[in-house]
């Protein structure tokens, strides 16, 4: 890819592909959760009404990011190629020290003890 040197331990097309695919199943089904308890996804509305603790919820309390994650990851397993991998590292730190955050303080706020019950039985990421 691109000229780019390729790590050979790390490269396998098969892999990236089951990574990239298994990537969507997590936010996707996030995605239905939120449409069927009618609250938002973004984590900043001020139309969030529900804390949403079923389905992914129950094994991560950020499914989408993990899912982001995994995409990345599978990209740079497909191409093989050591720039890739450091998206994956890179979404992972955005979203970890950057996003969750912000996004875990504002649910504490609207939640409450409710929220703080779910953080203490469910980890950030797996």
Known sequence: MAGWPIVPWAHSLSVGI????I???APVWALILFRRAGTQIN???ATNNKL???GPFRFTRNPMYLGLVLLS???AVATGAILMFVAP???FAIANWVHIPFEEAKMRRQFGPAFDAYARNVRRWL
Do not use: C, K, N
Not at 18 to 21: C, D, I, Y
């Open 73 to 75: 990851l599978g990209v």
């Open 52 to 54: 949403v603790t079923d």
């Open 89 to 91: 590292v890179l979404v």
């Open 18 to 21: 089951a990574l990239f695919a």
């Open 43 to 45: 984590p900043t509305s």
């Open 23 to 25: 990537s969507f199943i």
